[in-house]
């Protein structure tokens, strides 16, 4: 209840931050992009996990407020990191499903890339299963028009979901993710392993990047590359950081 109350105010008093994960291309070794994941400092109760304050912000509505906000400030750091001369890699923002089922997301999604003046290509929406399954047709709708756009489209946390694979063929997405259990699980578990196989052949099939996320060891790192996953996020490259600190860590690894 005090989290609700406290919650109701953390936008406009600036408390809420934008921290960034920094993704890995597993062939060329390059920096390519990063994970924006939204953060709460309060003043009295310290760093609040976001699952600990989304689902609440889901329930209160105020996720579309906060939200809106993420993705200007994600934009915006995007675009100071590109005048500060480094090179372009994509922004990928989550999109909870309230906002997804929003009727100003697509306006919203127009004004921040106007205003910020980022192009769209540098920009990733990170949607999950539930999201577009809860309405297959409305989301096929705005996910087209999202990627008419030129905004990329990813699917978060793919494989815990509904495991309806038919609709990775009918959504316009250009991004899967495959969720981290399986990656922590790939050592010990050869059931783990047939699935993130099986994620990469059926999403390159479907011409989808794949990204594997979680991934906190060197040896998950040298499956992923050998089994010809495209890109790798997780500890073990970098935690979320701040804006500056992400810089920073593109900075060092040109
Ligand atoms: O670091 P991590 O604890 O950041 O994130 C936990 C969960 O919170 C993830 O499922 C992530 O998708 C979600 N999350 C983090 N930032 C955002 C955000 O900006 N918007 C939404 N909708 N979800 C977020
Ligand atoms: O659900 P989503 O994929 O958006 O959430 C990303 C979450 O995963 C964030 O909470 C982020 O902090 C967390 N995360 C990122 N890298 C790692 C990692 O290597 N290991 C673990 N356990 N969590 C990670
Ligand atoms: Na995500
Ligand atoms: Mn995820």
């Known amino acids: 209840l005090m989290l609700e109350s406290a919650l109701r105010h953390a936008l406009e008093r600036g408390e809420l931050e934008m921290h960034y994960q920094p993704k890995l291309n597993l062939q060329t070794q390059r920096i390519v992009g990063v994970e924006a994941l939204m953060r709460w ?4 109760l310290g760093m609040i996990p976001p699952v600990q304050f989304i689902p609440i912000a889901e329930e209160l509505g105020l996720i579309l407020s906060m939200g809106k906000w993420a993705l200007e400030q994600a934009c915006a750091d995007a675009l100071a990191w590109q005048k500060f001369g480094l090179p372009e890699v994509v922004t990928s923002v989550n999109l909870s499903p309230r906002q997804f089922e929003s009727r100003t997301l697509i306006a919203d999604i127009k004004a921040v890339l106007e205003s910020s003046g980022l192009e769209p290509s540098l920009l990733e929406l990170e949607i999950t ?6 309405n297959p047709e409305h989301a096929a709708e705005l996910l087209r028009t999202i990627r008419d756009m030129g905004v990329g489209l990813a699917i978060d946390d793919f494989g815990t979901g509904y495991s309806s694979l038919s609709y ?5 997405l250009s991004t899967v993710k495959i969720d981290r259990s399986f990656i922590n699980d790939l050592s010990q578990d050869a059931d783990a392993r047939a699935l993130i196989d099986g994620i990469i052949t ?7 990047k794949v990204v594997a996320e979680g991934i906190e060891t060197v040896a998950q790192l040298e499956y992923l590359r050998s089994h010809g996953c495209d890109e790798a996020q997780g500890y073990w490259l970098c935690k979320p950081v701040p804006a500056d600190e992400a810089r920073d860590f593109m900075a060092r690894h040109l």
């Open 41 to 44: 400092h309060h003043p009295a």
């Open 129 to 134: 299963e539930g999201a577009v399954m809860a």
């Open 168 to 172: 990775l063929k009918h959504f316009p």
């Open 202 to 208: 059926l999403s390159h099939g479907l011409r989808m």
